[in-house]
Nanobody, 118 residues
Framework: QVTLVESGGGGVQAVQAGGSLRLSCSAS????????MGWYRRAPGKQRELVAS???????NYAESVKGRFTISRDLREYTTFLQMDNLKPEDTAVYYC?????????WGRGTQVTVSS
C-alpha cells in the first residue's frame, strides 16, 4: 500500500495568469515498488486527465496542453514528485491529484485546487 500526501492537499492555490506554482507530493508505505508517479487534473465539467508523469527510469510524459510550461521531477531518495507550473493559464484551473502506480494499482492524493485568474 502507498499513501500520497500533497503539499497543500485539500487546500486552494491561486495565482494570476502568467504566474507560477509548484506542487509537491510525498509517498510513504511500500514505496520501493512504485513504478511511476505523476499528476492528473480534473477541471469543472471535464474528465480527469493526465498532466505529467515520470517513471523510475526518468522517462517523462506530458499532456500536449502543458508541454513547454510544466516540468515534472522526482526525488527517488525521498519518493517525492514535483510539478513546476509556469506561465499558467485560466484553462489550467482544476483540482490536481498526485498519482502513483504500484504493482498494478493506482493510488491518489487528496487533490489540490489550483485556480488561475485572468
Amino acid at each position: 500500500q502507498v499513501t500520497l500526501v500533497e503539499s497543500g492537499g485539500g487546500g486552494v492555490q491561486a495565482v494570476q495568469a502568467g504566474g507560477s506554482l509548484r506542487l509537491s507530493c510525498s509517498a510513504s508505505g511500500q514505496v520501493n515498488n512504485i513504478d511511476r508517479m505523476g499528476w492528473y487534473r480534473r477541471a469543472p465539467g471535464k474528465q480527469r486527465e493526465l498532466v505529467a508523469s515520470v517513471a523510475n527510469g526518468g522517462t517523462t510524459n506530458y499532456a500536449e496542453s502543458v508541454k513547454g510550461r510544466f516540468t515534472i521531477s522526482r526525488d527517488l531518495r525521498e519518493y517525492t514528485t514535483f510539478l513546476q507550473m509556469d506561465n499558467l493559464k485560466p484553462e489550467d484551473t482544476a483540482v490536481y491529484y498526485c498519482h502513483a502506480y504500484w504493482l498494478g494499482y493506482d493510488f491518489w492524493g487528496r487533490g489540490t485546487q489550483v485556480t488561475v485568474s485572468s
